[in-house]
């Protein structure tokens, strides 16, 4: 499998969200884009400001961008000034499009091959990556 399918992304999404609801979250906007990053899906509950379409897509495109989650790019922010800087340089090429924060995450098929990025916002990061990782794997995918 090269890809995700429409079917499929919007089943990663549902599972999102049904999970934040189980959790009692905030409003969420989740997107799914393919692996050249363009948009292969997306939801915005009622509710979720507009803003966080942008942020859960930064998230997504931040982690295939960097070929690991968006989580690792926090991390790699809080390391040190070096790492700080190198994020800072990456988000200026790209026009502000990464956003080192929790809720991006690879979606991989069997062997490992990334198959998509999905990234959620609207709650605290590591809830949003939590219910990411929590609907790839029961979609039956690898993070």
């Known amino acids: 499998m090269s890809e995700l399918s429409l079917h499929q992304a919007n089943t990663i999404i549902e599972a999102v969200l049904q999970s934040a609801r189980n959790q009692d979250m905030p409003p969420l906007a989740v997107a799914v884009l393919d692996t050249g990053a ?7 509950e009622d509710g979720v400001s507009f803003l966080r379409v942008d942020i859960a897509q930064a998230k ?7 070929a690991c989650d968006s989580a690792q790019l926090a991390e790699r922010y809080l390391q040190n000034t070096q790492q700080q800087g190198f994020i800072d340089a990456l988000n200026a090429m790209t026009g502000g499009r990464i956003i080192p924060l929790p809720g991006g995450v690879l979606v991989r ?23 990411v990782r929590a609907a790839i794997e029961l979609a039956g995918f690898r993070c």
């Open 60 to 66: 997504a495109w931040g982690a295939l961008a960097m």
């Open 38 to 44: 363009r948009l292969k899906a997306l939801q915005r």
């Open 109 to 131: 098929g069997e062997n490992g091959e990334i198959l998509a990025a999905v990234g959620a916002a609207g709650g605290p990061s590591e809830q949003d990556e939590a219910c």
